[in-house]
């Protein structure tokens, strides 16, 4: 079964760096595109990034480009969200989350999804 | 930008009960539009997709409707096990998606 699991996350001060994982088993990675989404404590769900599935296009939300980077390699099925430069307010629970569409543009219809990592930021 | 409302931002009602959830996009969006499920600490789910079309295992008592700027989610006879908040999602300016703010559902 489709199995997506986050890591990475943890307290970190502003301004500094983290990078998330987001490993992947159960379906072949290399053909589906992948999210990044995070959630604020308490607050609703925000898109943060996406990646097709040959790494050949990616695009950000404006509340994090070029801040964030995502990034995958397909050999280790893995997804990675490099966060640069962090503020307060990217204190977030971040979900990494499958696309439907396998091959080509995608979907953004977001088919399967982790448990999420908690990114504290704080000084 | 698209910006999505949802209305209302939360409900009670008892189980048994038919629930409906409106969500409305800025601009037409055709049928672009997906409804999520999140319990209580755990992620989103997805249920509907492309505004009307269950996803694969979903109970039937799910259901999505509407086109261009307006859309509904009902559920036709709520369950216990339906407390949880959900969300709209818009896709007609690909690549980028946006959420609607979140409807929470509680049992009377």
């Known amino acids: 079964q489709v199995q997506l699991v986050e890591s990475g996350g943890g307290v970190v001060q502003p301004g500094r760096s983290l990078r998330l994982s987001c490993a992947a088993s159960g379906f072949t990675f290399s053909s589906y595109g992948m999210h990044w989404v995070r959630q604020a404590p308490g607050k609703g769900l925000e898109w943060v990034a996406v990646i097709w599935y040959d790494g050949s296009n990616k695009y950000y939300a404006d509340s994090v480009k070029g801040r964030f980077t995502i990034s995958r390699d397909n050999s280790k099925n893995t997804l990675y969200l490099q966060m640069n430069s962090l503020r307060a307010e990217d204190t977030a629970v971040y979900y990494c989350a499958r696309d439907r569409r396998e091959v080509g543009v995608v979907a953004a219809t977001l088919d399967y999804w982790g448990q999420g990592t908690l990114v504290t930021v704080s000084s | ?108």
């Open chain 2, 1 to 108: 930008d698209i910006q999505m409302t949802q209305s209302p931002s939360s409900l009670s009602a008892s189980v048994g009960d038919r629930v409906t959830i409106t969500c409305q996009a800025s601009q037409d969006i055709s049928n672009y539009l997906n409804w999520y499920q999140q319990k209580p600490g755990k992620a989103p789910k997805l249920l509907i997709y492309d505004a009307s079309n269950l996803e694969t295992g979903v109970p039937s008592r799910f259901s999505g409707s509407g086109s261009g700027t307006d859309f509904t989610f009902t559920i036709s006879s709520l369950q216990p096990e339906d407390i949880a908040t959900y969300y709209c999602q818009q896709y007609d300016n690909l690549p980028v998606v946006t959420f609607g703010p979140g409807t929470k559902v509680d049992i009377k």
